[in-house]
């Protein structure tokens, strides 16, 4: 049973607009949400994360929404470049003890941007 | 700059060899992971760890085992190498010192097993 979705496993935007990935997630013991950027042949790289008590947290050129009533997600890059075109993760946190947590990942939506 | 290396970016390996796959990270962290991505598949957690010799199955450990002896060490080990598994393997690591923990992976490495 996957726990995180991402339902589009690609996208493709012009350079300058906006880029929209979306995440739906379905354990409501989630509290601490996290998109990665991946590109091939290297490790993913942190790029936004957001607590559950929050409803958008901004980071430059990324802001990341949560509709906790609607366990749905989402990350908008404006404007996007093409340096932007990667596989993007969602990733949610779970409780596994006290001394560490560990993530559950989404499949990933590849973005590409245009020039 | 949180650093995490792992031994070899590309390996190949025959049906049946012991498969060692190593994983260190320089910032302290006590937390480390083990995951394989696959295509359609997403990143799926192996095995992780949060102290020395300790370790807890994820969502996927069968074939696999864990050995975290130091630290800053953590190592995935194939007991006998099979075709299904073939995959890019990611270690990360995280620190317990942060209200939530982000997790900083490795380059990863390419296994293809014959």
């Known amino acids: 049973d996957q726990q995180v979705k991402q339902n589009s496993p690609s996208l493709s935007v012009q350079e300058g607009r906006i880029s929209i990935l979306n995440c739906d997630y379905t354990?409501?013991?989630?509290?601490?949400f996290l998109w990665y950027k991946k590109y091939p042949a290297e490790g993913p790289t942190f790029l936004i994360s957001?607590?559950?008590?929050?409803d958008k947290n901004e980071d430059g050129r990324f802001t990341v929404f949560l509709n906790k009533s609607a366990k749905h997600l989402s990350l908008h890059i404006v404007p996007s470049q093409p340096g932007d075109s990667a596989v993007y993760f969602c990733?949610?946190?779970?409780?596994?003890?006290?001394?560490?947590?560990?993530?559950?990942f989404g499949k990933g939506t590849t973005l590409s941007v245009s020039s | 700059d949180v650093k995490v290396t792992q031994s070899s970016r590309y390996l190949v390996k025959r049906t049946g060899e012991k498969v060692f796959l190593e994983c260190v990270q320089d910032?302290?962290?006590?937390?480390m992971f083990w995951y394989r991505q696959d295509p359609g598949l997403g990143l799926r957690l192996i095995y992780f760890?949060?102290?020395?010799?300790?370790?807890e199955k994820g969502d996927i450990p069968e074939g696999y085992s864990v050995s975290r002896e130091k630290k800053e060490r953590f190592s995935l080990i194939l007991e006998s190498a099979s075709t299904n598994q073939t995959s890019m393997y990611l270690c990360?690591?995280?620190?317990?010192?942060?209200?939530?923990?982000?997790?900083?992976f490795g380059p990863g490495t390419r296994l293809l097993v014959l």
């Open positions: 990360a690591s995280s620190s317990r010192d942060t209200l939530r923990e982000t997790q900083y």
């Open positions: 354990n409501s013991m989630f509290d601490y």
């Open positions: 957001i607590s559950s008590i929050k």
């Open positions: 990733a949610a946190t779970r409780g596994i003890n006290q001394a560490g947590t560990a993530l559950i």
């Open positions: 910032m302290d962290h006590e937390n």
């Open positions: 760890s949060y102290d020395v010799k300790m370790k």
